[in-house]
C-alpha cells in the first residue's frame, strides 16, 4: 500500500449563539500520498498565519500543494485559496462552477493513491468529504460533520438542504472512518 500522511494545518471554529452562527473557520487538512500533496479546504483569511506555520512546520511549500478539494463553497472553506498557485482546485458540480476551478461530477473521485473524493451531501448539495486510506481511513468531512456532536447524536448540520440526505451522508460517512476530521473542529475516532 502507498505510504499516506494526513496532517492537520489548523482546526476549525464554530460558535453560535441561540442558533445563530457567530464565528466560523474551518478545518484544513494535509493528506501526502504518491508523490501528490492534498489540502482539503483553506479556511477563512483569519487562520491564514497557522496555515503558512502548520506548512513551514512540515517542510511544505505551498507553491509545491498539487490539489485543493474545497468541500463546499462557503467563504469559511476557501478563504485561503490564494496560497497555493500551482494547486487544481476541485469542487463539486451541484455547487456551481466557480473560475479557475475543476468541477467534480458523480460521486467519486480519485486524486492520488488512497485518497477519493466522495459526495456527501446534506450541508449543501454539493458538499463532499475527503477518504483516505492508509493505516487508518480518515474522513475529512467539511460540513457534512461540521461537530464531533452532529455525528455522535446523529444530528444533521445546523444548515442542510435535506435532513434525510444529510444523515445518510454522515451513515456514509461513519461507516467508512476510523478518524473523522469534521468541518469545524478537532479529528476524533469514529468509535466503530
Not at 54 to 74: F, G
Not at 111 to 133: L, Q
Not at 153 to 169: C, K, N, T, Y
Request: aromatic fraction near 4%.
Amino acid at each position: 500500500m502507498t505510504p499516506v500522511s494526513v496532517d492537520l494545518l489548523t482546526v476549525g471554529l464554530l460558535i453560535k449563539e441561540d442558533d445563530v452562527v457567530k464565528e466560523a473557520h474551518s478545518t484544513s487538512t494535509m493528506v501526502r500520498s504518491g508523490g501528490r500533496t492534498v489540502v482539503v479546504d483553506t479556511s477563512s483569511p483569519e487562520r491564514r498565519e497557522a496555515i503558512l506555520h502548520s506548512l513551514q512546520q512540515l517542510d511544505v511549500r505551498p507553491e509545491d500543494v498539487d490539489i485543493v478539494v474545497t468541500t463546499h463553497a462557503h467563504r469559511d472553506h476557501m478563504g485561503n485559496d490564494d496560497l497555493f498557485p500551482n494547486a487544481e482546485f476541485i469542487i463539486h458540480e451541484e455547487e456551481g462552477e466557480l473560475s479557475g476551478r475543476t468541477v467534480m461530477k458523480g460521486d467519486i473521485l480519485e486524486v492520488a493513491p488512497n485518497v477519493v473524493v466522495m459526495h456527501t451531501p446534506g450541508h449543501s448539495r454539493g458538499s463532499v468529504s475527503v477518504f483516505v486510506e492508509g493505516e487508518q481511513r480518515y474522513a475529512m468531512t467539511g460540513d457534512a460533520i461540521p461537530l464531533e456532536d452532529n455525528f455522535r447524536r446523529m444530528v444533521p448540520p445546523g444548515v442542510h438542504f435535506d435532513r434525510e440526505i444529510a444523515l445518510q451522508s454522515i451513515i456514509r460517512v461513519g461507516e467508512f472512518a476510523d478518524i473523522i476530521v469534521p468541518g469545524h473542529g478537532f479529528p476524533f475516532p469514529a468509535g466503530r
